[in-house]
C-alpha cells in the first residue's frame, strides 16, 4: 500500500494511522509521498516504506501499490480522490470526504464502476460502548424509542497556528460544521437511526481569532454552534446541539429515551474522536442509572479504546472488503450520506426551511 501525505514527525497520519497499520498483518506500506522528496524521504524512512515519491501521480502508478490512502487535509486533496480510483487502487480517504455530498455520490459511483474497494475516516462509530448502545436499542432494552439527543461542547482557544486557518473557511469544507459536525452525527446516527427530515440553525459566535505565528487577526465564517432536530428513520425526534468555543468543554453526551427506560452515554472529556465513553441505563420506575459493563465481544481491536484502535478496525474491514468483494463501512456510500446531512443542515439553516433526506 501508499500513502499520500505521510509525514515523519506530526500530523493524524503519522500519529494514528501509522501506529494502527503497523499493530495489522493485513498491510505492508511500500511507499510514501510527499510535498517535497526530502520530506518524502523522511516520512519513508519512519513509515517504514521502500520508496518515496515527490508526487502523488508517481505513487498511484506504482504497480505494488495496491491501496493508496489518502492522508492530506480537504482543501488540499483535488483530484486525489478520483486518481486513485482511476488508477485501479483501492482507496482510504480522511474525513471530510468530499465538499458536498453530489462530489462524494460520484466518487462513491466511480469507485463502484471501478471495482475497488473504499474507506473513509469515520472511525468513531467503532468506541465500543457506541456499538454496544446501538445493540442495546436493536434488542429493544428500553422498548420503543421515543427520542434520541446529542450534545457535544467543545473547549476551543482564540489563538491558533496558520496550519489551521481552513477550519474558519466556511468554504473549506474542514470547518465545523463538516468535521465536527461529520464525525459526530455519522457516530450518533450509527447508534440511534438515520435522520429522514431536518431542520438548524447555525451561527458563528467567536468571529475573529488571533493567529499564533504572525499576532494577525482573522476573520471567522464558520458557524460555531450547530443546533438541529428532526425526524429519525425509527419514527423517533432526533436533536443534536454542537458548542464551540470558551475554555471548557464537556464533551459528547446521547441521550436515549424509550418507553421502558433511558440509556445515556457520556464521554470522560472534550476529545472529537478519542474520548472515553460511559453509558448507563435507567428503568422507567426511577430506580438509580446502572453503569454497564462492554462485554468482552465488544473489545477494541487493539485492545484499548484510542483513535489508533478505531481506524485500525476501519483498516481490518476494508482488508476483508478488498478480499471478498463485500462492501463494509464506513465506506464512501456512509461518507456521502453524512454529507447529504450535512448539505441539508446548511440550507435548512439557510432558507430556515425543513429539509427531507434522501
Not at 486518481?83 to 480517504?93: D, E, F, L, R, T
Not at 427520542?147 to 474558519?168: C, G, H, I, K
Not at 478488498?322 to 439553516?349: E, N, Q, V
Request: aromatic share 6%; charged share 20%.
Amino acid at each position: 500500500m501508499g500513502v499520500v501525505g505521510a509525514h515523519a514527525e506530526r500530523g493524524w497520519g503519522r500519529n494514528i494511522h501509522l501506529p494502527a497499520l503497523s499493530a495489522l498483518d493485513d498491510f505492508e506500506i511500500t511507499a510514501v509521498a510527499g510535498r517535497t522528496m526530502d520530506s518524502a524521504r523522511a516520512a519513508a524512512g519512519v513509515w517504514g516504506a521502500d520508496r518515496a515519491y515527490d508526487d502523488a501521480a508517481a505513487l498511484m502508478a506504482d504497480p505494488d501499490v495496491d491501496l493508496v490512502t489518502i492522508a492530506v487535509q480537504l482543501p488540499s486533496r483535488d483530484g486525489l480522490v478520483e486518481s486513485a480510483i482511476a488508477a485501479g487502487k483501492h482507496v482510504y480517504s480522511e474525513w471530510p470526504l468530499a465538499l458536498d455530498a453530489p462530489t462524494a455520490e460520484r466518487f462513491a459511483r466511480a469507485a463502484r464502476e471501478a471495482g475497488v474497494r473504499h474507506a473513509v475516516g469515520l472511525q468513531s462509530r467503532h468506541h465500543p460502548e457506541v456499538r454496544l448502545l446501538r445493540d442495546l436499542l436493536a434488542q429493544q432494552l428500553i422498548g420503543e424509542v421515543l427520542s434520541a439527543t446529542l450534545l457535544y461542547s467543545l473547549s476551543t482557544p482564540e489563538v491558533w497556528s496558520q496550519r489551521y486557518a481552513a477550519l474558519f473557511d466556511e468554504t473549506k469544507g474542514v470547518n465545523h460544521v463538516a468535521v465536527v459536525g461529520g464525525h459526530s452525527l455519522d457516530m450518533f446516527q450509527y447508534a440511534v437511526g438515520r435522520f429522514t427530515e431536518v431542520s438548524a440553525t447555525l451561527t458563528t459566535r467567536i468571529d475573529r481569532i488571533t493567529m499564533e505565528e504572525t499576532g494577525s487577526p482573522l476573520d471567522v465564517t464558520s458557524p460555531d454552534q450547530i443546533a438541529l432536530n428532526g425526524l429519525l428513520d425509527t419514527g423517533a425526534t432526533g436533536s443534536a446541539h454542537f458548542m464551540t468555543g470558551g475554555p471548557r468543554g464537556d464533551g459528547f453526551r446521547i441521550e436515549v429515551h424509550g418507553r421502558e427506560g433511558r440509556l445515556v452515554l457520556v464521554s470522560s472529556d472534550d476529545s472529537l474522536v478519542g474520548p472515553r465513553f460511559t453509558l448507563t441505563h435507567e428503568t422507567a420506575n426511577g430506580t438509580p442509572a446502572t453503569p454497564l459493563t462492554v462485554p468482552a465481544e465488544y473489545r477494541p481491536l487493539l485492545g484499548t479504546p484510542s483513535p489508533v484502535s478505531n481506524v485500525a478496525q476501519v483498516y481490518k474491514d476494508l482488508a476483508e472488503s478488498i478480499r471478498t468483494g463485500t462492501s463494509s463501512g464506513p465506506d464512501f456510500s456512509t461518507a456521502a450520506r453524512t454529507h447529504h446531512l450535512l448539505d441539508a443542515i446548511k440550507r435548512s439553516a439557510k432558507t430556515g426551511s425543513r429539509v427531507i433526506l434522501p
